[in-house]
């Protein structure tokens, strides 16, 4: 393909699969957002009192039974879904769903719309931790003298105790496994684990391939829930965290791009998009949300390793944004509004402003922030999927969501302070992300006119 | 994607450097002369003790110590054995590319793309605080007390270095590369599909150096209990020296490998513009889903012939074509390979799928009968294999070929190392989950 027809091959995004604390789907998310709600709540899944924190914006078990979501020949394999993918596989079906896509899991035995080997998946995906109640029950023979783990008991018994398929439940390529295979994606498909950018190179990986002509069509975005232990602990012992006791306040503990800020919420969730070439979407008489334009990533000089040391960052990041316009065609000045990871994070909520003061300048304090991370938490590896999908919605509805918390965000050089919904003349939307490991990732999204 | 015919010199990806850190050696010397005595480096596991495990051997690093290598080990104290892999691979690749004294033109132009996985789980207090806090009288873990035996026992470092972008981290600090950085985690494609993506990125015109390959060790007591569960590991009881035998009829499974693989591949221009030596030319990516069964193969073979196929349309190969001089076009396969059943047939016929009766003609070797399985990692090694058999003329063995069996029927190379005009390779990794990729390498030409 010549670099004239690349250029040419315009994608869009015609389906958004959005999974979060508000439930599945874009409605009541933008219903939530809107209206100034927050799904932070407290961990019921397990007694969290002796971590740094008790609540997360989770997903109850009545907004996501996987069984009622996937092909009724598939709900065996639900056996063998950990969190993560079922948040991968409800999100799928949605964006799916939302697209008007015939594939072998909205009907199967009926022709798809799109020819399967024309399909790719690109699924951000985390480290997806043992469920410790089937491991320590698997083990319960395994003691050794000081009641810690005997490894040869394991050997000769213990670990027949799990069942067969153990492993497959928490490999990260799974996400993109059962969707491809419930999907019938037989493109290019890949699983991304970059931590929050994961979402965001997933798509930027969509775009690339079905640039260069190797699918029409992508199931793109990612998943993770770290409402885990090891998830929570990890999270600790990077620092990130804001602290909530027992009864606390969870919604005002994150606070993103307050100079009071002391960490973030972790939230449960992520999405899929459909991106699509132009034409496959023009050609089907599929209604085109947002085109999605630009994309660029980026490593940053530092990284943290432990703990968040981003001090020098904001150069990298902002290269990842001044790529992304470039690919986009767009001016920084054709930007309206912006949707950051905005963690509540102090050194990275630094980095971020930073980076995007050198590429707005004094207009950033005028350039409205969409700020997720009160209402939604920070969803590892579906955080930027997450944003995406509400990138691509505020085009569309040309409003923007309430936010929450933030006061006093003009001191970090940034327009994020609590306000209600408005609507707002949006023409292309930023959205930004930094994980921890240092990868930072922008894509520039544009209204349909 | 550019046909190869009408590639300029900014859409010609050639790899300049390579390196790696395996169970045979630590340096491209010491690992192609093991392969070409046909050694084995399976041996009873150190790493814990797994003696009363249904597989007690595996194929280790042994003796590696990465600080050698590196600027200043100071900086990557905290490394898991998993990024050690990557940054010794790395540090040979960066300096057989001349990257230290004929350096890129601009960092924020050189990115990385690993196919890693996750490092190693602190297993002894990891499986000490879940058994710990199991509470007897309800039948679950006791939350408050996991959160007190988690804190007491795990160390921070420890854990985050478990994510699976930190290999990715370390590199990317050791060289200052700041370009487009990813890390997929594809299962055994992974670092295959690393190479195919980082040279799209290239094409791109995204970058002009990118880092590329993978690291992997799942040598630990949950990594072995969950290969030896879905009965993908080989289980014999004899010589560990016996047990990888691909494409045998007696196969039974992989023998697990740990260690890295990594490349630097860039733009022939920048290459060029650096005075740097191109040691082979990257002209052919394919990548497919089985969209099948998350535990098996599809079939027919459907996925990995489209994965093959892929990788040479984009290389302008037809597969059933013949140079004047009869041969076929490609001169070599790396096979997946892995020793199981299921993977070696299918493997065998999508070969033939894609080739016809051509097939038989391409010597197809597995060089984890000598390796083992390294996992996200196998897919960068058996790539550097295929660009040393085209450097040296000869093709690396399969070990431990002893019984035909008559569902794999083409010329796997067997017992001994072969010399051969080697111009064109395929190397092939199929994932667990139906995930394919396929990369094609040709000798370098200016």
Known sequence: ?449 | MSARSERSPSERIVVSGMGWVTPLGHDLETVWSALMRGASGMAPITRFDARTFPTTFAAEVKDFDVNPLLKDPRVHVTAGINAQFALGAAAQAWKQAGLDVKPARNMRRVGIYLGAGEGVIDTPNYLAANLKAWDATTGKTDGAKWAELGHALMQAAREIEQEPNMPLAHIAREFGARGPAYNCLTACAASTQALGEATSILRGGEADVMIAGGAHTMIHVLGVTGFNRLTALSTSKGDPSKASCPFDLQRGGFVMGEGAGMVILETLEHARARGATPLAELIGFGSSADSYRITDIEPTGRGAAAAMLQALAQAGIDARARRSDGRPFVDYISAHGTGTKENDSIETLAVKRVFGELAKEIPMSSVKSMLGHLIAAAGAVEFITCVMAIHRGMLPPTINYTTPDPECDLDYVANTPRAAKVQTCLSNSFGFGGQNDTVCVTAFES
């Open chain 1, 1 to 449: 393909m010549s670099k004239t027809s690349k250029q040419h091959r315009r994608i869009v995004i015609t389906g958004l699969g959005p999974v979060c604390g508000f439930g599945i789907g874009i409605d009541p998310l933008w219903a939530g957002l809107c209206a100034g709600e927050s799904a932070i709540r407290p961990i019921t899944a397990f007694d969290p009192s002796g971590f740094i924190t008790t609540v997360a914006a989770t997903i109850l078990p009545e907004q996501l039974d996987i069984r009622s979501i996937v092909p009724k020949n598939y709900r065996k394999a639900t056996k063998v879904m950990a969190r993560d993918i079922e948040i991968a596989v409800a999100a799928a079906a949605s964006a799916v769903n939302a697209a008007a896509l015939t594939t072998r899991g909205t009907a199967e035995g009926v022709a798809p719309t799109i020819p399967p080997e024309r399909v790719g998946c690109h699924i951000g995906a985390g480290l997806i931790p043992a469920d410790s109640d089937e491991l320590a029950s698997a083990m319960l023979t395994c003691r050794s003298a000081d009641g810690g783990f005997d490894p040869g008991e394991w050997g000769r018994t213990g670990m027949n105790n799990l069942t067969p398929l153990w492993l497959l439940k928490y490999l990260p390529n799974m996400l993109a496994c059962h969707v491809t295979i419930i999907h019938d994606c037989q493109g290019p498909s890949n699983t991304l684990t970059c931590a929050e950018v994961s979402g965001a190179l997933s798509m930027g990986e969509s775009m690339r391939v079905i640039r260069r002509g190797d699918a029409d069509a992508c199931l793109s975005g990612g998943a993770e829930s770290k409402v885990s232990y090891m998830g929570l602990l990890r999270q600790t012992f990077a620092n990130r965290l804001a602290a909530v006791a027992t009864g606390g306040d969870g919604v005002a503990a994150v606070r993103p791009f307050d100079a009071s800020a002391t960490g973030t919420v972790l939230g449960e969730g992520g999405g899929i998009l459909i991106t699509e070439t132009f034409d496959s979407a023009h050609a089907r008489g599929a209604r085109a949300i947002a085109e999605l334009t630009g994309f660029a990533a980026r490593q940053c000089s530092c990284i943290d390793t432990v703990g968040v040391d981003l001090s020098d960052a904001a150069q990298d990041i902002a290269s990842a944004i001044e790529g992304a316009l470039h690919d986009a065609q767009t001016q920084a000045s054709e930007i309206d509004a912006i949707v950051p990871l905005g963690s509540g994070i102090p050194t990275v909520d630094q980095a971020e402003a930073a980076a995007l003061r050198l590429i707005f300048g004094e207009r950033l304090l005028r350039l409205p922030l969409v700020t997720l991370a009160p209402q939604v938490g920070i969803c590892g590896a579906g955080a930027s999927a997450l944003a995406a999908c509400v990138a691509a919605q505020c085009l569309s509805e040309q409003r923007l969501p309430a936010r929450l918390s933030t006061a006093g965000s003009a001191a970090m050089g940034v327009e994020s302070d609590a306000r209600a919904s408005c609507s707002a003349t949006l023409r292309n939307v930023l959205v930004t992300s930094t994980g921890m490991g240092g990868q930072s990732a922008a894509l520039v999204l544009r209204r349909i006119s």
